[in-house]
């Protein structure tokens, strides 16, 4: 722990019985990390998996999600009900290694650090990755090239391997439920949002990778497609133009300009040189992604798309009701 006074809650969001093995070793894996963090799983509007999960789990917190659907509003629900000083974030098909939680809470020594994020390792279904280029790894939900490797100040964290001080979240008043995947439809940036808020209310907030909080993050064979790399990456572009409409281009922007000026460049020039061992559908993929990408920016931003901005007074008072916050409240709530 990062003091003897700094208690955990550890959130893992899920809406589908279709993962549901994937779900019972994220939450497994929770429930075995030495540091014996309270464990929240929220629900997003789906009541047979509520009704599953409460009948699988008796020392786990399960509830349903309070607000929009959507997976700002399951982890907006899990911010409210935590009871811990820090809430962790993991997704609910991805595994936590034993150190996972040491090591994302070390940075927290540092009173300045609102926010940390970890590293999430691909687990590939039968077949194994076919497609992906390491820099194209964050269209699954992983960790790719580029990334710092030791510990660092970042402008936003990975979704699936995070946590942040509960009271940095109440502050900026929570995730901002226009952002977020909703069901399959692969909307995003909901974390890149939180981070630039949080540092915009406080300059002097710090947000930090952390390398060694290493998660498996399961990939299934429906995400090595051409079609889902088409689609995940058409809207992050149009994710990014509704973030940079509401909060800036220069914050919301400047980690993209970066990659495509070093990253795509570096990765297109190593393909280029292993053309016959691989490299040309690897070269198709980055030029397809990058298309795709800007292509989902130019429409969003046609289209004006933007952001309901998140009014940090009314989100405090949704996410920091006493009546039903902490770990005994939630248990009654979900009591049958």
């Known amino acids: 722990m990062t003091s003897r006074t700094t208690t955990t809650t550890v959130v893992v969001c899920a809406y589908t019985e279709d993962r549901w ?5 994220s939450v497994e894996s929770v429930r075995g990390l030495p540091e014996a963090p309270e464990a929240l799983l929220v629900i997003d509007h789906n009541d047979a998996l509520l009704a599953r999960s409460r009948d699988r789990w008796s020392d786990v917190i399960v509830v349903p999600n309070e607000f929009r659907q959507g997976l700002s509003g399951a982890r907006n629900t899990g911010v409210k009900l935590a009871s811990g000083d820090v809430v962790a974030f993991l997704d609910d098909d991805a595994t936590a290694e034993p150190d996972w939680l040491t090591h994302l809470l070390a940075p ?3 009173p300045a650090v ?3 994020g970890g590293h999430a ?9 076919t497609l992906y280029p390491a820099e194209l790894l964050w269209i699954v939900g992983c960790s790719h090239r580029g990334l710092p490797t ?3 100040d970042v402008r936003n964290v990975i979704g699936c391997s995070m946590a942040f001080r509960r009271e940095s979240i109440l502050t900026v008043g929570g995730f901002n439920l226009d952002t977020g995947r909703v069901g ?3 909307l995003g940036c909901e974390e890149t949002d939180l981070c630039i808020r949080i540092r915009q209310a406080d300059p002097s907030a710090r947000i930090v990778l952390e390398p060694g909080a290493d998660v498996r993050h399961h990939v299934t064979a429906g995400r090595v497609t051409w079609a889902y790399l088409r689609r995940r990456a058409f809207y992050e572009g149009v994710s990014k133009a509704a973030l940079s409409r509401q909060l800036g281009a220069a914050d919301s922007l400047s980690t993209e300009s970066a990659y495509l000026r070093r990253d795509i460049p ?7 040189r292993s053309i016959g061992r691989g490299g040309a559908g690897r070269l198709v993929a980055l030029v397809t992604a990058v298309v795709a990408t800007v ?11 933007s952001l309901s901005p998140v009014d940090p007074t009314v989100g405090r008072a949704l996410l920091s009701s006493d009546t039903t916050r902490g770990a005994t409240a939630a248990r009654t709530d979900g009591a049958s």
């Open 184 to 186: 399959s439809i692969p």
């Open 21 to 25: 093995d994937d779900l019972v070793a």
């Open 114 to 116: 609102a926010g940390v």
């Open 121 to 129: 390792t691909p687990v590939w279904p039968e077949g194994g990755n």
């Open 266 to 272: 570096l990765a297109v020039l190593r393909e280029l």
């Open 295 to 305: 292509s989902g920016y130019a429409l969003g931003s046609l289209r004006r798309a």
């Open 150 to 152: 030791d510990r660092a």
């Open 108 to 110: 927290f020594a540092d």
